[in-house]
């Protein structure tokens, strides 16, 4: 990937973090049983930058993928507590989620983002712009578009 093209990519998650006032979006890759991030923008207390992991049967992540928790919490509190989610550093507010599926049928990871207050105006159309960008990164994934630059610098 030129870095023309990282740069064009920073901004789209930038200008889709901000359309959906939200605090960080980022992609993550499910590798070895640990979600690595990928890509991250935007800055919370939250400190996730590219290249951490951590487990991913503690993340949000993995239960969204199985079907264990919704993609689009606007109060991530009261659904973390309903469905007894993992504790997260800090609590979260509104986490919307969806997975990165590659053409064969396996999950890449995930595009996520989250603020650290409730957002009641999320809707489902917010989850399907999310949607569209984790068909982005599916298909930079498989034009190696996305891993041959990994880990690369955020702009």
């Known amino acids: 990937m030129r870095s023309g093209t990282r740069c064009a990519d920073h901004q789209r998650a930038e200008g889709l973090r901000e359309q959906?006032?939200?605090?960080v979006v980022f992609v993550s890759e499910f590798q070895d049983g640990e979600r690595v991030f990928r890509f991250v923008d935007g800055e919370s207390e939250?400190?996730?930058?590219?290249g951490d992991s951590a487990p991913l049967e503690q993340s949000y992540c993995q239960r969204?993928?199985?079907?264990?928790?919704?993609?689009?919490?606007?109060?991530?509190?009261?659904?973390?507590?309903?469905?007894?989610?993992p504790p997260t550093p800090v609590p979260?507010?509104?986490?919307?989620?969806?997975?990165?599926?590659?053409s064969d049928g396996r999950v890449f990871g995930t595009v996520c983002c989250f603020s650290l207050q409730p957002n009641p105006a999320l809707r489902s159309e917010?989850?399907?712009?999310?949607?569209g960008c984790a068909r982005l990164v599916a298909r930079k994934v498989e034009a190696q578009d996305f891993l041959d630059?990994?880990?690369f610098e955020n702009d």
């Open 126 to 131: 917010d989850l399907s712009r999310l949607k």
């Open 92 to 102: 979260i507010g509104a986490h919307l989620s969806t997975p990165v599926v590659l």
């Open 149 to 151: 630059t990994l880990p």
């Open 64 to 85: 969204i993928v199985e079907g264990r928790a919704p993609e689009l919490m606007t109060n991530a509190a009261a659904v973390a507590a309903e469905l007894k989610l």
């Open 46 to 50: 939250i400190d996730v930058r590219v």
């Open 20 to 23: 959906l006032n939200m605090d």
